[in-house]
């Protein structure tokens, strides 16, 4: 393998989610065993056109693959959007001898990492990390897994509660325009209903189903609702509306929140992030560039980063049949 | 010993708390120890009103020491209140041949127990099962240590997406009337700052605080906030106030909400609850009635459930200082 | 789709791992949304022998979603392994009415399975349930992702005492013939060096390794061994050598042992297993037999039992590779 | 309060628990609180011989909070017993300019600092960190309560297997001289039996208690054995010498190991860890030396160093009796 490239970046950018300091000490570590020197950008973009960078050595990452969030920082850039703003982290990068950089981050992060690569020509890998699931060219985001777990582990502790009490808990979880963390943590938790952006359940088959569940002989009963549910109601109208048309139903309202983005990774997320940061530094020695590293069937492949930003992930259609299936 | 009493009941009443079935657990094999008959009452009051009993065996208890939650179920009970539900309830237990119960739960639960042992002489004994720790006459509480690990654990999570974007968390956490939740948790999660319904910090405080966190150098902070604080504002409320007089601040608020009640307990919780449900069983044994089983200094002792109630149980000054110390 | 089948089985075998029960929860309730009868057989084909089954329906599977272990048990049986036994167990398996069963279970299950099978007819599904995640037709066995997560955190812990005592621990992990618990958990868990069956790495090169990451500034050292590691030592024998060769480190050695097989699903195992067992009961009234239940790139898919017991899955080498580069 | 004392230094020894690191950022932020000067020596005694200290501000602590392990890491010194190592100690502490230190560790650590007081007349307050309770002037000491976290959570997962299986496990934890972990854990994870160093059980009864288990009808058991335990066999003599006796066993080992030492620190733990250190610089200031700080009956208390090692903590009887109640 020829080196091109002596000198690289690394940054996380936009939400943060588990897994993206265990990816950073991929990077890193993978510089050191290359001899290439390895730089942080802090705080993402906004850095970038700050010059806010680090010198990273294999030791400066000891002890943050199981740390939640992201020892380099993530933060939104409405600067990075505007051609002024590129054209200084174009200058702060080439002061520093940065050749060619690793972006961490969603598709939002993706969208600028494409525009500068086109823009200066400069070498750009992106790492998909992200809780949400929603990029193609990967089947797993960095951060999803774990998420999935801790909700999981939190519908458990609210269900001990609700079977207590014979209740019905609505379960907001993240998810804006995709359902990926509300169907997958629905099945885990055993979820007797999920709504999800993709599909307009519709309140009467809401309704429907709590009936049923009900004279089935359930004791208590979840709802995972995503974020961006299509049933055009939040948790807390779903409550009303149920408490409405179910008065039979002791219904309360849980919203997880923040708590999603955060805490040590799976052990997943881990080995992922570890194989993702060997590959996109391997891939920028390679002369490759705009692409991004992602896992299909278990192999670690690179996408055209424009193809991973314009794809659009769809939910598993069999996936909510088994939902389905389990909530008889 | 001498054994007046050949069958008890155990019950569960109120907000559920983690350590319940390790009670009931604890109650239940101390009975067949002791070749006492033992009864569960299923749903609180309103079960003992409706004669919805089921005998208990050592075996019948297998493998509940770790649930959250209650296997007896809880309920609220209106009935109870009035004397002829109590007059049911009375008509029930001895028609079950019940000559004393064990109830698991808050002061509400107690109170009930007691005005029905003024009214039928019957013999009870109380076990404080509740996550506020606001009972007096005992330390603790069954499910107080395990919530706070619970709120702990999501602080944690909380943190690490926090100090990734430099964030301001405001994180509600259970405590209507009291803050020991809030300000042993905070202190546990290294918040900086506390407010409680005990204390009035003053708005004015609350910004003076943040503002010095801010130049203090620390990159982000989180306010744990109980449900009953004494602002008069809610942490909705709480965000727009600091957005608006601390533009500096990127404000995100996370409700915890009704997982603080489930989850494995403790095992401070299932040693208390092991302990307790002996005392309980071995009380009403011993003809001694209208108790609360409590732990002090680490000895399991008992206080007149009158007195438990009628108490108030003081936030921990000491405690307040510390978290003003480490929040330095 | 036809129904020739009216009633089937479900049982576990060999040794128990976590996703189990949510297997059967999920074999119990796709045979309840389908209207066909189901039957639990305990203690695996000992159970069978004896006629040791128990009628399920949606109910007699609520809250094991989340439950470690097996609620239907599992033993090993000889008898099962001569034409008698299988012979008793064919006779009781038509006395109740009983056509066609899905066992859950590793290799050796499936092979009696597949025996049984081809001397009767009967039809049979598997679904692999092992945390070795050493069975071919599906990249993950029901198990490994908890079990993986079982061990990283336990070397987390193990890290704070060993980083905290700048010491080198062997943590011994299972995987007698395999190496997949501790190739991922080592890279997982960030280990300096992982022993496996599959590769005999050589102590000449442990020395050479351990002696690197000393010069390299690292305060402690975690080594992950595979039960079965081709070093020809076991744990406490590589203590000795490296404390006689290396004297600079002070050695401990730890065995995680029986740990690794239980705890709560991961919420990936839970998604898996409900998938898992939608398939394998429709797969049985597809008419389809002797077929195990895999996931291959996230799609369920069907592979000839004798396929999955014949194959042999390879480890990663692309693993080992990371595992190098990031130990640097 | 005056101030006679400017700069203090804080450090551990001894074997390592969780809370140190709580201990430390306590009293490292009460310092600062106070405006006094705090100096962190690393690796205990050997560090305060060779003079390694690193001063230590108010964000020095940041984030540490909720780490398991000691930052200023931890190591056993020969030097230090000899009036020589001593010398050269109490030099490195004045050219530092150090007035007193606190030392967070066990009976061993405050051994060393009672004699280093009384050579040298100079200040020093113990905070007593250690998973084994074994101290007295303390109801708890920091570490005990995430420990026994620990072991239940790991026994919880045992048990999975054991009653899948239905197995007989010992279950070794640590505890060479006192049988607080072991005891307080076998009652809060349902053990059947618990072998402690206090109690001669006898083999006899072990094997009386596990015949009625087994007639009792339980399908499995867990023996939670101390290291030091009475019976004079460790937990591999006890498989056999049971496997000879009760052939009806199918018994299986776990010995948990140092992952006991480890881990994210409880609430409780962590919260104790705040009052301590705080009260431990409070004491250095008002003039007090040769002190522990100690719990008891939820307050703050001092106790002479020398009371705290001569003292020797008995084993509660009547947890023990619960164990037996609790088996029944």
Redesign the interface.
């Known amino acids: 393998m020829e080196k091109p490239i002596k000198k690289i970046a690394v940054m ?1 950018s936009g ?2 989610s ?1 897994g ?1 300091n265990a990816a950073i ?2 990077v890193v ?2 510089c ?2 290359l001899e290439i020197e390895c730089v942080g950008i802090y705080r993402g973009y906004q850095g970038m056109i700050e010059g806010d960078f680090a010198p990273m050595d ?2 400066s990452v ?2 943050i ?6 020892i380099l ?3 939104r850039c409405l600067e990075f959007k505007t051609p002024e703003g590129r054209k200084t982290a174009y200058d702060q990068l080439r002061k520093a001898g940065i050749e060619g950089f690793v972006v961490i981050g969603g598709d939002g992060s993706f969208r600028g990492a494409t525009i500068f690569n086109k823009e200066y020509g400069f070498p750009v890998i992106g790492i998909p990390g992200t809780i949400d699931n929603d990029i193609t060219g990967t ?1 797993y985001t960095l951060g999803f ?1 774990t998420a ?7 519908i ?11 209740r019905l ?1 609505f379960v907001e979880v993240m998810g804006r325009d995709v359902g990926h963390i509300a169907l ?2 629905g ?4 979820a007797e209903e999920i709504l999800i952006p993709e599909e307009n359940l519709g309140l009467e088959r809401l309704l429907e189903s709590l009936k049923r569940s009900k004279k ?4 208590s009963s979840i709802v995972v609702v995503a974020e961006g549910d299509k049933t055009g109601k939040n948790v807390f109208e779903l409550k009303q509306y149920v408490e409405e048309h179910l008065p039979i139903y002791d219904v ?4 997880l ?8 990774p ?3 997320d ?2 992922l992030a ?2 993702m940061g ?1 590959r996109a530094v391997e891939a920028l020695l390679e002369g490759k560039t705009n692409l991004m590293v992602g896992i ?3 192999e ?1 492949v690179l996408t055209p980063i424009e193809e991973a930003i314009k794809g659009h992930t769809s939910i ?1 259609r ?2 909510i ?2 939902s ?5």
Chains 1, 2, 3, 4 share one sequence.
């Not at 389905?324 to 008889?328: A, N």
């Open positions: 996380t939400g943060d588990p993206m000490r991929s570590r993978t050191a065993y294999a030791r000891n002890n693959i199981n740390k939640g969030g992201t920082k993530s933060a089947r897994d999935l777990n801790t909700v999981v582990e939190a458990d502790k609210i269900r001990d509660t609700a079977s207590s009490h014979n808990f997958n943590a099945v885990g938790a055993g089935s002989g359930k004791s309360r309202v849980s919203v929140g923040h708590m999603q983005r955060g805490g040590t799976s052990a997943f881990r080995v570890s194989r060997v299909i069937d278990n670690i598993d069999e996936l049949r088994v389905d299936i389990m909530t008889v």
